[in-house]
């Protein structure tokens, strides 16, 4: 079965300072990754995946996030933050192995202090 | 695009009332998926559809929700008997049909049941 694991309800960080949330995945076969993001009453938006290839991915608004196969991690990274990316971030997993649905995590509410 | 739609998006019930809501995905997209979203939660699988077949239904769904996609266009998810703890946010997603795509976020249907 797939799973994700978001180990930290939420992180502080102070404005231009990078910043990590952290993300673990349980999934059978190759995993397809995603981080979502969520403002306060909006959608959740699509920041950036990883399918294959290079372990550094870079997606939306300047994050970027590392694939660490060996440790199942796919943790969200910025090297300076921002106030605007105050908001609720949601790591997700899709297998490659039968069927299509994506797996979330409980998500990381992230504060930037300015 | 036009985005994902939903309707209601704000629905307020008594106990044991039938609800259904709407969703109309972004126009060129094959696969829908319904999820559903408590306060401090990850986005909760509940069904997905490619065109108009249900493929998958998550085994925590009871029989009193049930979902269409008649002719592959708009979906709708009929909760019968409505309890209280089916309070949630139900958020509608679409996407290409490409094992890797990413998905697009409707605004939701906050149902409240009293």
């Known amino acids: 079965a797939q799973s994700v694991a978001q180990p930290e309800d939420q992180v502080n960080v102070a404005e231009g300072n990078p910043l990590t949330v952290k993300c673990t995945y349980s999934?059978?076969?190759?995993?397809?990754l995603f981080w979502y993001v969520q403002y306060p009453n909006r959608g959740l938006q699509f920041l950036l995946k990883y399918i294959t290839g290079d372990n550094l991915v870079k997606g939306s608004y300047g994050f970027e996030a590392e694939f660490n196969k060996s440790q199942t991690s796919f943790h969200l990274k910025k090297p300076s933050a921002l106030v605007s990316d105050s908001a609720l971030y949601f790591c997700?997993?899709?297998?490659?192995?039968?069927?299509?649905?994506?797996?979330f995590g409980a998500g990381t509410r992230l504060f930037v202090k300015a | 695009d036009t985005g994902v739609s939903q309707n209601p998006r704000h629905k307020i019930t008594k106990r044991g009332q039938n609800v259904t809501f709407r969703c109309d995905p972004i126009?060129?997209?094959?696969?829908l998926y319904w999820y559903r979203q408590t306060l401090g939660q990850g986005p909760e699988f509940l069904t997905y559809?490619?065109?108009?077949?249900?493929?998958?239904k998550s085994r925590l769904l009871s029989d009193r929700f049930s979902a269409e996609r008649p002719k592959g266009s708009f979906s709708t998810l009929e909760i019968q008997r409505t309890e209280q703890g089916d309070s949630a946010m139900y958020l509608c997603a679409s996407s290409r049909e490409t094992t890797n795509e990413k998905l697009f976020f409707g605004s939701g249907t906050q149902l409240s049941v009293l």
């Open positions: 997700a997993v899709r297998g490659n192995t039968g069927g299509f649905k994506t797996i």
């Open positions: 559809f490619q065109n108009e077949a249900q493929l998958e």
């Open positions: 126009s060129e997209h094959n696969r």
């Open positions: 999934v059978s076969g190759n995993p397809y």
